[in-house]
């Protein structure tokens, strides 16, 4: 529990989790969504992963990310909780708005 609550302790860590609401995420596109470096990212995602709430897979040279099932089955009040509360975090909007032009992109297909 202290590695979860730790992890949603950030506002970069929730910026990432707010989008991946939406679905899963390859690196680039959290990269281009948020307007981060890869390595910044990287960090946070690893940090995410560590405390269970995402969970990764790989397609050639690309890493997806999700939201764990394991962790919305385990902490289904926090996720209930997180999917309400976060769309009042003051960058969301804006956040949203550049997810949907990420995925317009196709920036992970070759």
Known sequence: MTDILK???DETRLRIISQMFKGEMCVCE?????GLTQSNVSRHL????????????KTAQWTYYKISDEFIK????LYKYLII???????YE??????SG???KNMCEN
């Not at 509360?85 to 960058?91: A, D, N, Q, R, S």
Request: glycine fraction near 2%.
């Open 102 to 104: 990420c995925k317009l």
């Open 46 to 57: 690893n940090v995410l992963k560590k405390a269970g709430i995402f969970e990764s897979y």
């Open 74 to 77: 385990n902490n289904e009040d």
């Open 94 to 99: 804006k956040d949203s708005e550049n997810f």
């Open 7 to 9: 992890a949603l302790a």
């Open 30 to 34: 959290i990269e281009e969504c948020l």
């Open 85 to 91: 509360k976060i769309k009042e975090l003051p960058f």
